[in-house]
């Protein structure tokens, strides 16, 4: 993906639980931001994993946020990714792992959201941050471009032993 730049500029590839509505007005029971990318700091990459207390309220699993290379330019084509399993989410930007968050810390403070299917979801956001300066209009109009999107499932293979 080629991320926009841009005061106010909000892009995001994330995921919510395949059975979650926003139409049931309730809050989803996980989500996880596979990238986050704010148009006015392009020298940061974001990924997060959020899972939703007993008391309604979330807990996010932060870890460490990916500081952008000076040889690495968001508004090229980069790939962001995580590799989830039952014990770690992993987030990688171009093949470079650097966040892992893992199950068993996200047990200490709620039920595990991430046991079950979850559906991607790819947006541009605006925030109103730019006020009346036109200043602040100078990258605009932007866009996010998405080449493609691959999902990969690991499958278990049997093997009969005489």
Do not use: C
């Amino acid at each position: 993906a080629t991320m926009p730049k841009g005061i106010g500029t909000w892009p995001a590839i994330w995921m919510w639980p395949e059975n979650y509505s926003i139409k049931d007005n309730k809050p989803a029971s996980g989500e996880i931001d596979i990238t986050e990318v704010y148009g006015d700091n392009f020298r940061k990459v974001t990924g997060t994993a959020h899972a939703l207390k007993a008391d309604n309220t979330y807990k996010s699993f932060l870890g460490s946020n990916l500081k952008i290379r000076k040889s690495e330019n968001l508004e090229d084509y980069n790939t962001y990714a995580i590799e989830w399993n039952e014990k770690e989410i992993i987030w990688l930007f171009n093949g470079r792992k650097y966040k892992k968050v893992k199950t068993k810390n996200i047990l200490k403070y709620a039920k595990n959201p991430f046991d079950q299917p979850y559906y991607i979801m790819i947006n541009l956001a605006l925030q109103e941050k730019t006020g009346n300066d036109p200043a602040t209009l100078k990258d605009f109009p932007t866009e996010m471009k998405i080449d493609y999107v691959r999902v990969y499932q690991k499958m278990e293979i049997w093997r009969y032993v005489d």
